[in-house]
């Protein structure tokens, strides 16, 4: 995660500058070989996450068809944890972001910027999107709903630009990646797994690539 800011931030590119790409050009892979939508995705449905243990981690390959480059950025959009705390993580390519721990003090809305990215045109990019609970954590069986969130923009011609810091209200940019569920194995016989099978017009601009939502124990 390389930063974070809470819905609503300005633009740093021109509107003129910011050219959302359609979700018919966005292509996504287990392996980065075989190529597909967002049904591509390999979510982990099994690793429920417990308080210092490891996260429930979910790695993709993700490219845009064309001949542009293209800014991208990773959010959480319309997150929720019905008690206690969970820490998310964002890693581009292998590089580790920077965990951030919700909610805090004063929890942020939906769309929460987790990183930012760039990618050449005709290359691909490799997403791992991580959630944990911090070993502090004393609640038991709840549930996190990470609402994953991806917004892709074509670079600028002339190599200026940064597309926008995130915002709640970035429809037709990209989609979040939504939730179905994952049973905690402590609480009200939940255990199990059953993942949303996505959609792609949710609610301020949301689209949903199916993501799970997680209990922990």
Not at 141 to 163: F, K, M, N
């Amino acid at each position: 995660m390389v930063s974070f800011l809470a819905a609503g931030c300005m633009a740093t590119a021109a509107p003129s500058e910011a050219v959302p790409v359609d979700r018919e050009r966005q292509q996504y892979s287990a392996d980065g070989t075989a190529w597909g939508g967002v049904g591509s995705i390999p979510w982990d449905t099994t690793t429920i996450p417990v308080p210092g243990g490891p996260p429930n981690s979910t790695s993709f390959h993700l490219r845009v068809r064309g001949d542009t480059a293209v800014n991208g950025e990773v959010y959480l959009g319309k997150w929720s944890i019905d008690r206690g705390s969970a820490w998310f993580r964002v890693d581009v390519n292998g590089v580790q972001g920077k965990p951030r721990v919700l909610p805090g003090a004063q929890a942020p809305g939906p769309g929460v910027l987790m990183s930012e990215f760039s990618l050449p045109a005709g290359e691909s990019v490799l997403l791992t999107l991580n959630v944990g609970v911090p070993s502090s954590e004393v609640e038991q069986s709840a549930r996190i709903t990470p609402d994953w969130g991806i917004t892709l923009q074509e670079r600028p011609a002339s190599g200026g630009g940064s597309g926008s810091a995130g915002s709640s209200g970035s429809s037709g940019i990209g989609g979040s990646l939504g939730s179905g569920s994952i049973g905690s194995p402590g609480g009200n016989g939940s255990s199990g797994a059953s993942g949303s099978s996505g959609s792609s017009g949710s609610s301020g601009g949301f689209g949903s690539l199916g993501s799970p939502s997680l209990g922990f124990g």
